[in-house]
């Protein structure tokens, strides 16, 4: 944990030292401006720990206030460091020209320092625009796996995923209700949760917990933690899933209908935490009636063998779909799956959501959030083979 902050921070203090360097390249600035500067941009990077510090201490309309400019900020900065090294990396390309032809670089404009501000800013601040408005757009996916293991008089088997909503200072009621809004048209059989449920203090969630409860699957709702239920406290995103009617799955499988069984395991936080044993996901393999659909609820999209042999799909999350592209690519150096329906080698199927809410920046760029609504189906039904489709 002390690891991946102190690698956090350093990055994104790295962000804000470069977003001074184009600053003061475009905008001259005396020194009262560049110390106004350097509070301002110092406050900003230091946002995350502020609203954290200010939430766990009972004053939450000054977290609010802070993770709105904070975090909106950090989208944007994320925006203006890739356009801006973008017309960094141009530069420095047309001056490696220059040197190979063994003559100055030509044609570059007066102010080309400037330039890459004056370009990053309007284009970060409409990206963030349209990110806004994709954040918003929650969409049903549809997948419809068959399965040998369900009768041919089966009924198709309706579960829903939800996955990484964040629910806290920005993720809140109305983002919710359209989440739910997607989770009622899709008339699951069970709803399920894959990790990150909560990213706030769970004592201000109690009326969100409510909408909740107006979904009522006849075969239940179940969740596994995520990272954050660790971060924000373990024992708080409990109760808060507790009282939304989710039981929360840590190294449990329970029957669902006739010919399905849904398993949970924690997040490795856990286990570092000392909350959650290290082989809890084998034991689990362990004791699954292999006649049943077995499905693993497990918040990061890894497969392990032990897993792969046993469970006929893997639902995970997670990794946001990167959230704001192009993000993406880092996201892939951790955990090279994509988003969507996967095959392993093994033969065992891993469904990784894009996410239904968003962490830190209340954005998405490329990747708009999802909920998620898997069809298992008899085998017998070939003109339906296993894909993923849009629509209920």
């Not at 709105?68 to 090294?85: P, S």
């Not at 918040?299 to 897993?307: D, F, I, L, N, Y």
């Not at 192009?326 to 959501?353: D, E, H, I, M, R």
Request: proline share 6%.
């Amino acid at each position: 944990m002390l690891l991946f902050l102190a690698s956090f921070f350093l990055v994104y203090g790295g962000m804000h030292w470069y977003g001074y360097r184009k600053i003061s390249a475009a905008i001259p600035l005396d020194h009262r401006a560049r110390r106004l500067l350097v509070a301002a941009l110092v406050f900003l990077a230091s946002a995350p720990i502020l609203v954290r510090m200010a939430e766990r201490t009972g004053y939450v309309t000054v977290a609010a206030t802070i993770a709105w400019f904070g975090y909106l900020w950090m989208g944007f900065l994320f925006l203006f460091v890739v356009i801006a090294g973008a017309v960094d990396l141009v530069r420095s390309g047309w001056r490696l020209a220059g040197w190979l032809a063994r003559r100055p670089a030509v044609g570059l404009p007066a102010r080309w320092g400037g330039l890459p501000f004056w370009l990053a800013c309007p284009l970060a601040l409409l990206l963030c625009g349209y990110g806004w408005q994709e954040a918003k757009d929650v969409q049903l996916t549809r997948v419809v796996i068959p399965s040998a293991k369900l009768p041919v008089s089966a009924a198709p088997l309706r579960i829903v995923q939800l996955s990484d909503l964040h629910l806290g200072l920005l993720v809140g009621r109305q983002r919710l209700e359209r989440m739910l809004a997607q989770v009622r048209a899709a008339r699951p059989d069970v709803l399920v949760v894959t990790g990150d449920l909560v990213d706030a203090q769970a004592d201000g969630l109690v009326m969100l917990a409510d909408r909740f409860r107006t979904i009522a699957p006849r075969y239940g709702k179940y969740a596994v933690t995520g990272n954050h239920e660790y971060y924000v406290g373990i024992d708080q995103s409990l109760a808060f899933a507790k009282a939304a009617g989710f039981t929360v799955l840590q190294g449990q499988t329970v029957r669902v209908g006739d010919h399905g069984a849904i398993a949970g395991v924690d997040d490795p936080v856990g286990v570092a935490m000392g909350r959650a044993a290290a082989d809890e996901e084998q034991r689990v393999a362990a004791a699954q009636d292999r006649s049943r659909f077995a499905i693993l609820l497990k918040h990061r999209p890894e497969v392990t063998p032990a897993s792969a042999r046993v469970f006929d799909l893997q639902l995970s999350g997670h990794v946001h779909g990167g959230q704001i592209a192009p993000f993406n690519l880092l996201t892939w150096l951790a955990y090279p799956v994509p988003t969507g329906l996967t095959k392993s080698a093994a033969g065992a199927l891993l469904y990784v959501s894009r996410g239904s809410g968003t962490w830190g920046p209340p954005l998405r760029l490329l990747s708009p959030p999802e909920v998620t609504l898997i069809e298992v189906v008899p085998a017998t039904i070939t003109a339906r083979s296993w894909s993923s489709t849009a629509g209920p």
